[in-house]
T-cell receptor
Framework: GAGVSQTPSNKVTEKGKYVELRCDPI?????LYWYRQSLGQGPEFLIY????????DSGLPNDRFFAVRPEGSVSTLKIQRTERGDSAVYLC??????????????FGPGTRLTVL | GEDVEQSLFLSVREGDSSVINCTYT??????LYWYKQEPGAGLQLLTY?????DMKQDQRLTVLLNKKDKHLSLRIADTQTGDSAIYFC?????????????FGTGTLLAVQP
């Protein structure tokens, strides 16, 4: 079956612009996660959805970042007024089960965002 | 909160064993994971260990967990050039409604033929 897919694979934008990054999770996975991976670092948690609702958005760095998952499947990460410091690889992951269980998060290939 | 640390680089010869080390700060983390990241590919879960275990073996992979010292290691036996990648240790902290993973900075494993 298909894994987690993310589009676009690469996005180059100018400082101050708005961008949207899309994630298609594995079919049937109710949990969806966004992480950000800066150069030379491990992934850092941004937000977690259980179904349509954001169960934990504590990792979003500021109010320029927002994510939605309106139908409990595809999710979009939205970044307003992009800054050069937003340049990173944005990773999406999905999983089948909730906390308390062995939790394998399946990761997509990521979207590499470059803000000029 | 939880903090996970790893050494940055490890170089081994093909056929040798590799040992990648990780330390974490929150002794109540419930699960600990090892992920592999190859260029242009997503993170791939290699193995995991539940916090009440001290060892887990899966083919060429052996995970050792020392809860007292909050130390996790991944041993790869008979390392192959295809094992060259970045390896991430990750912890699942307890409590709350989230499943967020806390990752280390990654260890680059270079396998010399």
């Amino acid at each position: 079956g298909a894994g987690v897919s993310q589009t676009p694979s690469n996005k180059v934008t100018e400082k101050g612009k708005y961008v949207e990054l899309r994630c298609d999770p594995i079919s049937g996975h109710t949990a969806l996660y966004w992480y950000r991976q800066s150069l030379g670092q491990g992934p850092e948690f941004l937000i977690y959805f259980q179904g349509t609702g954001a169960a934990d958005d504590s990792g979003l760095p500021n109010d320029r970042f927002f994510a939605v998952r309106p139908e409990g499947s595809v999710s979009t990460l939205k970044i307003q007024r992009t800054e050069r410091g937003d340049s990173a690889v944005y990773l999406c992951a999905s999983s089948l089960v909730q906390r308390g269980e062995y939790n394998e998060q399946f990761f997509g290939p990521g979207t590499r965002l470059t803000v000029l | 909160g939880e903090d996970v640390e790893q050494s940055l680089f490890l170089s081994v010869r093909e056929g040798d064993s590799s040992v990648i080390n990780c330390t974490y700060t929150d002794s109540s983390s419930t699960y600990l994971y090892w992920y592999k990241q190859e260029p242009g590919a997503g993170l791939q879960l290699l193995t995991y260990i539940f916090s009440n275990m001290d060892m887990k073996q899966d083919q060429r992979l052996t995970v050792l967990l020392n809860k007292k010292d909050k130390h996790l290691s991944l041993r790869i036996a008979d390392t192959q050039t295809g094992d060259s990648a970045i390896y991430f240790c990750a912890a699942l902290p307890p409590g709350g409604a989230t499943n967020k993973l806390i990752f280390g900075t990654g260890t680059l494993l270079a396998v010399q033929p």
